[in-house]
């Protein structure tokens, strides 16, 4: 994969949510419950999930009283480098909180210092399978954002154009993926359909 070097890129998080099938993070508590939440977390001044199926706690880096921030709902986690250089992230040991046959990975995203038509890599959320495998949902560089996969070295990526986003704006991002396609909304819309890349193997770790 191609690396960027940037001086800061910040952003805040909220609400990580994963289910096994389609589902999104605007559904009722109970509606949630009935579509099997397999994981939840809002960073509301906490980096423990309040529902998991597995480990419900982050592992998280970077300084404690810098970590949170204003969200969309509550607080936020913030993550990125910040302009002194700091590093702001988060691990998370998957193991059943996330099923890799079919799934939804949801959340809330903020750029702090960039907007849609920035140059530069922003990483949202990723994750490692057992076989070696990955995945990212992230920002590429200016006007290039998705679901990258890589799967026996190969890497597969289909692109949505986020040029309309502003800095301090609030998006909702979801990735689903079954037994043959995968799919990305933003803001509630469909932006990318494509076959499957998604390796089958469980995914053993994720980091934001």
């Known amino acids: 994969m191609r690396e960027f070097s940037i001086k800061s890129v910040i952003l805040t998080l909220v609400g990580l949510l994963a289910f096994p099938a389609a589902a999104d993070l605007h559904m009722e508590s109970s509606d949630r419950d009935n579509a099997g939440l397999t994981f939840h977390a809002n960073f509301d001044y906490s980096t423990k999930a309040q529902r998991s199926s597995g480990n419900p706690r982050f592992k998280v880096f970077g300084a404690a009283k810098k970590r949170f921030a204003p969200g969309c709902m509550n607080q936020g986690l913030r993550i990125g480098k910040d302009d002194s250089g700091e590093q702001f992230y988060a691990d ?117």
């Open 92 to 208: 998370l040991v998957a193991d059943k909180n996330i099923d890799a046959a079919q799934g939804t990975i949801s959340f809330w995203i903020k750029p702090e210092n960039w907007d849609g038509n920035t140059h530069g890599f922003a990483m949202f959320v990723s994750g490692t399978h057992k076989d070696g495998s990955s995945f990212y949902i992230y920002k590429y560089d200016a006007k290039r954002m998705g679901l990258c996969t890589v799967v026996n070295k190969k890497s597969t990526s289909k692109w949505y154009n986020p040029q309309s986003w502003k800095s301090g704006e609030w998006h909702h991002i979801a990735v689903v993926w079954g037994k043959d396609y995968q799919r990305t909304f933003v803001d509630g819309k469909a932006v990318v359909t494509q076959g499957r890349s998604l390796s089958t193997a469980p995914i053993s770790s994720l980091k934001i």
